[in-house]
């Protein structure tokens, strides 16, 4: 089937009368989603490309009538965490947050307020999440006809921690016939909602799903700890691994940052030399190339 | 962004943590003032951004207001890997009875700050958590719930430290815990902590980093407390000049954004590149298909033709550069024809010949199709979606080596 998301999932944007929002917004509805509100304070009674606005999150609910899944939120830096947490404190159980350079003190303490309510965060800093042909939540492959140029369904469950690199490699999967099954751009951040690990579990048992793809780069110990849930759990599934950003690795390079704020190499932990290694003691094939990707899930999958 | 010593200990002070009475110098006259005042033997430390100080021959020891002066005088002068100091810190030498170490750092997996503490202070943590494994503690703070003294007590007990130190130590590594979250740092380390002869415990020195994305809603701690100048951005190194102009092409316009770097990057083929990811994929493609880049780059968002332009323009002026490579990964958003008109915009303005001086155009994203039509018409090479970026990257090294042949 997919994961987190299905063709029954409502959700509401925070922010939606912003530039990006809107356009987001317009997206998601082309693609099928259903959005049935967008909060900005102070602009209640407007409307987006049809989905009314309100000021606060508990009016979009009493407005549904019901539960409403999720929520994208695309509020400045400033004005994230509350947000977030004024929506999982109206119920809603999935956040994906689009926002960049929120410091990580209030990326921490929306996960530690989400853990708290059952609630589950996608991003900081990503483009969402989508299962191909029934919803995307977020700008993830952009407007609803180029995301259906890149994103057929099929058998790959994708991650990643660039939201263009999300769509590159899932384009590779579906030009080459194997489709996706959920794809999620899990966020650039050193500190982020979910990571590949703790998404694991939702592809193990998703049936849909018959191999991983991820997209990684240096900093964190994020591939660790992927590497340690593969081991400790068995896992059906075969994982292939990209790894982008090996010149960094370089000593003249030391201590610069690059690309997303996670990429800053500070010790010898987080070089993406080491990281290889740890996943490929796992069992994760690393490719070279990132054109190898489908071919080497192809052949995963035959066993 | 990175402290002095003299400012973490400020912080720490801020923090009511107890410090020895020391004193932040910039000539070898106020140090010995401050010896004066000190009226015993004293330690004179550079002020400076690097590790290494002790070796390097920062720190000196004075027993008199002169020898102070005069080792204030030297340190003053003495670069320490490449960089001056802005200062000598000036503090008593204390008569110490044991060195211990309180710490709070990050732990991403946990996603909370850990809190750490030995009784082997003094000396590199790591080194200490490798070799003492059981004189290290450690314990996770809430992001949500009030420190509490116990949670720091936990910690200090479980390296088997109690009587008077437990209780002096404790409320030391509990408001470290507050001040690291209060003060968005990534690092607040007190290293050594020491327990002095007359029992006390005082922050001999410190360490602390606060997070750069959380700078702007610490005014109150650097501008007012710490006085620190909005322009003294401590980055870890100096930006050469192609970065601050990419930088200041960037901030002149508010639509886009661009980056570019070149720190580190010697190469003949010039990288004009799509955000984030694609940019790491692409140098790492170019180089490994023995490609030589003369930096690095990111385009994002929708920027004008005049930012597209002005990136296109720096990296061509590059010393070196011989070619340059546009490559776009499948972002949605980024229109493509402005990129093209960008760039070609910037072969024409230096006087060169689009055709020749752009090695590839990898052009996959929005209005792509209006793409193809200016390149078709300036001649230059360019792919879709169906070459995959290491094989564009690939193109664009085969070309740039057959003309350096």
């Known amino acids: 089937m997919s994961i987190l998301l299905d063709k029954d999932t409502t959700f509401i944007v925070q922010g939606i009368t912003g530039r990006e929002a809107i356009n987001l917004t317009r997206e998601c509805l082309d693609y099928g989603?259903?959005?049935?509100?967008?909060?900005?304070?102070?602009?209640?009674?407007?409307?987006?490309?049809?989905?009314?606005?309100?000021?606060?999150?508990?009016?979009?609910?009493?407005?549904?009538?019901?539960?409403?899944?999720?929520?994208?939120?695309?509020?400045?830096?400033?004005f994230t965490k509350d947000a977030v947490i004024e929506a999982i404190a109206n119920g809603i159980k999935l956040l994906v947050i689009v926002t960049e350079r929120i410091p990580r003190g209030d990326v921490a303490e929306m996960v530690e307020f989400a853990d708290m309510h059952g609630a589950r965060i996608i991003g900081p800093n990503c483009l969402g999440l989508i299962v191909p042909g029934v919803c995307k939540m977020g700008g993830i492959g952009g407007p609803a006809k180029d995301a259906a140029k890149s994103y057929e369904p099929g058998v790959v469950?994708?991650?990643?921690?660039?939201?263009?690199?999300?769509?590159?490699?899932?384009?590779?999967?579906?030009?080459?016939?194997?489709?996706?099954?959920?794809?999620?751009?899990?966020?650039?951040?050193?500190?982020?909602?979910?990571?590949?690990?703790?998404?694991?579990?939702?592809?193990?048992?998703?049936?849909?799903?018959?191999?991983?793809?991820?997209?990684t780069e240096p900093g964190g110990r994020m591939e660790a700890q992927l590497a340690e849930w593969k081991t400790e759990n068995n896992s059906r599934l075969p994982i292939v691994a990209f790894m982008a950003g090996k010149f960094m690795d370089d000593e003249e390079m030391q201590?610069?940052?690059?690309?997303?704020?996670?990429?800053?190499?500070?010790?010898?932990?987080?070089?993406?030399?080491?990281?290889?290694?740890?996943?490929?003691?796992?069992?994760?094939?690393?490719?070279?190339?990132?054109?190898?990707?489908?071919?080497?899930?192809?052949?995963?999958?035959e066993g | 962004m990175r402290f002095y010593e003299y400012e973490a200990r400020k912080i720490v002070e801020l923090a009511g943590i107890p410090v020895t009475k020391y004193g932040f110098c910039q000539t070898a006259d106020e140090a010995r003032k401050v010896a004066e005042d000190i009226g015993g033997p004293t330690v004179i430390k550079s002020q400076v951004l690097t590790g290494g100080r002790m070796k390097a021959g920062g720190v000196q020891f004075a027993d008199t207001p002169e020898e102070a002066a005069?080792?204030?005088?030297?340190?003053?002068?003495?670069?320490?890997?490449?960089?001056?100091?802005?200062?000598?810190?000036?503090?008593?030498?204390?008569?110490?009875?044991?060195?211990?170490?309180?710490?709070?750092?990050?732990?991403?997996?946990?996603?909370?700050?850990?809190?750490?503490?030995?009784?082997?202070?003094?000396?590199?943590?790591?080194?200490?958590?490798?070799?003492h494994p059981d004189h290290v503690g450690r314990g996770h703070i809430s992001n949500l719930l009030p420190v509490g003294d116990f949670e720091a007590k936990q910690v200090i007990a479980a390296t088997g430290v109690t009587?008077?130190?437990?209780?002096?130590?404790?409320?030391?590594?509990?408001?470290?815990?507050?001040?690291?979250?209060?003060n968005d740092m990534l690092l607040a380390e007190i290293n050594p902590l020491a327990e002095l002869t007359d029992g006390s415990f005082v922050a001999l020195d410190a360490h602390m980093e606060m997070e750069d994305e959380a700078v702007g809603r610490q005014k109150k701690l650097l501008r007012r407390e710490l006085r620190i100048a909005e322009e003294d951005t401590r980055d870890s190194y100096e930006p050469s000049q192609f970065e601050k102009n990419v930088k200041a092409i960037d901030a002149a316009d508010h639509r886009g954004v661009i980056q570019g770097k070149d720190h580190g990057f010697k190469g003949n083929l010039g990288l004009v590149i799509g955000a984030g990811g694609g940019s790491l994929t692409l140098t790492d493609a170019v180089r490994s298909q023995g490609g030589k880049p003369a930096n690095y780059s990111e385009i994002g968002g929708n920027p004008s033709v005049a930012k597209a332009c002005g990136l296109a323009k720096e990296v061509?002026?590059?010393?070196?550069?011989?070619?340059?490579?546009?490559?776009?990964?499948?972002?949605?958003?980024?229109?493509?024809?402005?990129?093209?008109r960008g760039v070609i915009k910037a072969c024409l303005d230096l006087d060169k010949d689009p055709a020749e001086t752009i090695a590839i155009f990898r052009i996959p994203g929005a209005w792509e199709d209006e793409g193809s039509k200016i390149l078709d018409h300036y001649g230059v090479e360019y792919c879709d979606r169906t070459v995959s970026l290491w094989d564009a990257a690939g193109r664009a090294v085969a070309k740039i080596q057959g003309f350096s042949a």
């Open chain 1, 33 to 78: 989603s259903k959005i049935v509100g967008g909060v900005t304070p102070g602009r209640k009674g407007r409307e987006v490309h049809g989905v009314p606005v309100f000021d606060t999150v508990a009016q979009a609910v009493a407005n549904h009538g019901a539960a409403i899944d999720g929520s994208v939120v695309t509020v400045p830096p400033g």
């Open chain 2, 316 to 340: 061509l002026q590059k010393d070196g550069v011989e070619k340059i490579a546009v490559m776009m990964s499948i972002v949605s958003n980024t229109r493509v024809d402005i990129v093209a």
């Open chain 2, 70 to 131: 005069e080792h204030a005088a030297n340190i003053l002068e003495l670069e320490i890997n490449g960089l001056k100091p802005v200062g000598v810190l000036v503090d008593p030498k204390a008569e110490i009875k044991q060195e211990y170490y309180a710490g709070v750092v990050w732990d991403g997996t946990a996603k909370k700050p850990l809190m750490l503490f030995s009784d082997m202070g003094g000396i590199d943590i790591e080194q200490v958590a490798e070799e």
């Open chain 2, 163 to 182: 009587g008077s130190q437990l209780n002096r130590a404790t409320p030391v590594l509990a408001k470290l815990a507050r001040l690291f979250r209060d």
């Open chain 1, 157 to 215: 469950g994708v991650m990643s921690r660039s939201g263009g690199m999300t769509t590159e490699i899932s384009s590779s999967l579906t030009a080459a016939g194997l489709g996706v099954s959920t794809a999620v751009s899990i966020g650039g951040d050193a500190i982020i909602g979910s990571t590949y690990a703790e998404l694991m579990p939702y592809f193990e048992a998703d049936e849909q799903t018959r191999a991983i793809v991820i997209y």
């Open chain 1, 255 to 301: 201590g610069m940052s690059f690309g997303h704020a996670g990429t800053i190499v500070e010790g010898k932990e987080d070089s993406a030399n080491e990281k290889i290694k740890r996943l490929e003691e796992a069992g994760i094939r690393v490719v070279e190339r990132i054109d190898e990707i489908p071919d080497v899930v192809k052949k995963r999958i």
